[in-house]
């Protein structure tokens, strides 16, 4: 009876051995790919990363070279007022140009006919530009933002 007792144990433990067995490799192969399914996620997330930064990096040398342009032109319009080749003017409303202190000059390639229009002192025209260029970089700003 002690020898058939100790079979019966002994083919017991093989089978519950065999099946602990199974369950331990399913559970491995569970874990495994469960392993390669985060590893496959972070790889995505990582290319999601790398095409955002790159996309960043351009749009931040387009918004640097349209400041850069729009500063230069900026610049090349102020050294232009400064040395007077170029000279802001106003039209005046034709109700109040009839004081004949005021300078009228009239543009020949100007939309209006006879236009009265009075120069800007240059100083005024150089604030002018100023705020305008701040504008500009402003307007540049909120198309980046946009974008």
Known sequence: ????????????????????????AAHQTER???????????LAEQGKRLALEQWLAA??????RALTDETTKQARLRDRLATVDLRLSVQLDAATTDC???????????????????????????????????????LIAQQVCQA
């Open 1 to 24: 009876m002690a020898g058939s007792a100790w079979a019966a144990w002994e083919w017991q433990a093989n089978a519950y051995g065999q099946q602990l067995a199974t369950k331990e």
């Open 32 to 42: 495994t790919n469960l392993a390669n399914a985060n590893s496959a996620q972070i």
């Open 59 to 64: 749009s931040d040398q387009s918004h640097y």
């Open 100 to 138: 004949e202190g005021m300078p009228a000059t009239t543009s020949s390639g100007g939309v209006v006919y006879r236009a009265h229009r009075a120069q800007l002192d240059p100083a005024h025209a150089q604030r002018i530009i100023g705020i305008t260029g701040v504008g500009d970089q402003g």
